[in-house]
């Protein structure tokens, strides 16, 4: 559960219908823009308009916590590749998943900037950006630290790498954004004659 806000403890029960509200909210965010339809939502979570109201007054309550929940599970997910992958394919695996997240928020985000209703959602997820930022950070640092990654690659860079892919794949299937993105991680990625060549000396364009 998001803790964007604070929340009294709730049932097992009341918990299991805030999950699965969560759920099935995310997937008609995603596939029908942030219009999807209310009762909808209810019905796919298999509980009542009233019960989806209790926990989230408003459409807009939803969004919010919406965004931030998916924000945190990927961010969690950096930490899982960290832990189980060396750090070069980590930080790959990760640049996946968040290419996967790109692509899952591409509906709902552009639903937002159409219709003009609570596109302030975009600008107020400042913490959402510095989670993701924070995350995509420390796996470049040991990325780098272990000689994974080519000289002179930075957080942003690869956050607009991201970008730019979910944006230029806006129609196509998602296999075209796995395929771009297998080529962005080969230019970023050091390889055994490039790192021969960087410990020999490190171009001074590249130094820190």
Known sequence: MSG????????ADALRNYERILAAAQGAFAAHG?????????????????????HFPSRRSLLEVVFHDRVEALCAKAQERA???????????WLGD????AAASRGLVASLLH???????????DSCKTMITTAADELL?????????????????????VSAISLATEHPDDEQAGRLLDIAIHGIRLHQHQR?????????RFSE
């Open 196 to 204: 021969a060549a960087t410990n020999r000396e490190t171009p001074a």
């Open 141 to 161: 640092r040991r990325a780098r630290q272990a000689g994974a990654v080519r000289p002179g690659v930075h957080t942003e860079d690869l956050l607009t790498l």
């Open 98 to 101: 968040l290419n996967a997240y």
């Open 4 to 11: 964007n806000t604070a929340r009294r403890p709730l049932r």
């Open 115 to 125: 219709d003009g209703r609570d596109t302030d959602l975009l600008q107020q997820n």
């Open 34 to 54: 942030a219009s999807a339809s209310l009762e909808e939502i209810a019905r796919q979570a298999g509980v009542g308009s009233a019960t989806l109201h209790r």
């Open 83 to 93: 832990e189980e992958n060396e750090p070069g394919a980590a930080l790959f695996s």
